[in-house]
């Protein structure tokens, strides 16, 4: 979709922001610009849609040279999110959505119609559609910027930094949002961070670029955590490079245990059957198989099992769905050092100990897996 080639970018007093750079941004993909500040990730961003012109080099778009269009007719073939939104303040969040189609010479109606379409997709309530941007909180208001980029339909959406300035929640929530709309949608999507946990998670190729605007490595997430480049590429991935590329094993190959799994209402005779000199600690679930917490089974009296006298259960991963990283945070987070298995509905499937997931993550990276495998971890 996008190709840049030799691109630099040289100012007036000599400053040299992008250095001869060179990339293919893979169509219906998140490409995702990281590096330190000065690194010319949001000045690369803003050439593609000739915010800023290049000194040097050519970008093409399916092909052609961006400088034989119109400026605006590329503009608007492009969405555009910046940090904090940058919404109209005097408008309603509808008519904010529905700026670029109006541009476009849509009606109205038909403007409002797909702003409301895209409201429901980013996850926002109708009813605060006829409300202003200052009316919003801010994770809010970065949904209205999706929703506004998305409006006309553009096939490709560059993003600048739009999550950094919410708290972490909303801004998982965020990524995990344009995770979901992007799996629906298939938009080819250029987005630059800082952060690199948020690379990794979003991006299907990740760029590393390092100050002066030039390309360190551009990889998969999964190649540039296993085989850094060089030492600056190891330095900015950080020393917790080895957990994070456990979000690229799948927790399917784990073995639960059942054994340990008794009900609330579970009679003594199963308490003593399921306690073993092996599992020390059974784990309770309610009626519907959901976890209520651990206990050691001697503890566990027939009719007087309560939560409030369980040990804490951590935090649950999806068995097969999330990545051997959430079940090791699992593992990590539990009292007990048993990691808690749970299907989509949240009814538990088993459990799995700290040593049953070591060897796990052992065997995987003997096996060297590449398998770039987006883990909800």
């Known amino acids: 979709m996008i190709r840049i080639d030799s691109v630099t970018k040289r100012y007036p007093d000599g400053t040299v922001a992008v250095d001869r750079l060179s990339l293919e941004i893979p169509d219906r993909s998140i490409t995702v610009l990281v590096g330190p500040s000065g690194c010319g990730k949001t000045t690369t961003l803003r050439m593609i849609n000739r915010m800023i012109e290049p000194s040097e080099g050519t970008i093409l778009l ?119 709309i992007q799996s629906e949608l298939g938009k080819t999507i250029v987005f630059v961070t800082h952060d690199i946990d948020e690379a990794i998670k ?32 190891e330095d900015f991935l950080g020393a917790d490079r080895g957990i994070r590329r456990l979000s690229f094993f799948p927790s399917g190959a784990l073995e639960l245990q059942t054994a340990p799994v008794v009900a609330q209402d579970a009679d003594a005779a199963k308490i003593a059957a399921r306690g073993s000199a092996d599992v020390p600690y059974l784990l309770v679930t309610d009626l519907d198989g959901k976890p209520l917490g651990w206990g050691e089974p001697k503890d566990l009296k027939a009719g007087e099992i309560t939560p409030e006298r369980l040990l804490p259960y951590g935090r649950p991963f999806v068995h097969g769905s999330d990545s051997l990283r959430a079940a090791l945070d699992g593992a990590v987070l539990s009292p007990t050092g048993w990691a808690v298995g749970v299907d989509d509905t949240g009814r538990v499937v088993g459990v799995v100990s700290q040593q049953t997931i070591g060897e796990a993550i052992r065997n995987a990276h003997a096996q060297g897996s590449g398998d770039d495998v987006r883990a909800a971890g």
């Open 62 to 180: 399916d092909g052609v040279d961006i400088q034989k269009q119109p400026v605006n007719t590329l503009r608007r073939s492009m969405g555009y999110v910046i940090q904090n939104a940058g919404l109209f303040q005097h408008r309603s969040i509808v008519d904010n959505i529905a700026t670029v189609p109006r541009l476009l010479g849509w009606s109205k109606q038909r403007a409002r119609e797909r702003a409301a379409e895209l409201m429901e997709r980013v996850g926002l309530d109708s009813s605060l559609a006829k409300r202003y941007p200052y009316q919003l909180s801010g994770g809010q208001q970065q949904r209205v910027g999706v929703a506004r980029a998305l409006a006309a339909d553009p096939p490709v959406l560059l993003m600048d930094e739009p999550f950094s300035a919410v708290d972490p929640v909303v801004r998982k929530g965020l990524q995990d949002e344009l995770l979901r």
């Open 202 to 233: 979003l991006g299907t190729m990740v760029a590393v670029m390092r100050t002066g605007g030039r390309l360190a490595q551009y990889a998969p997430p999964a190649e540039l955590l296993t085989a850094p480049a060089d030492a600056f590429v």
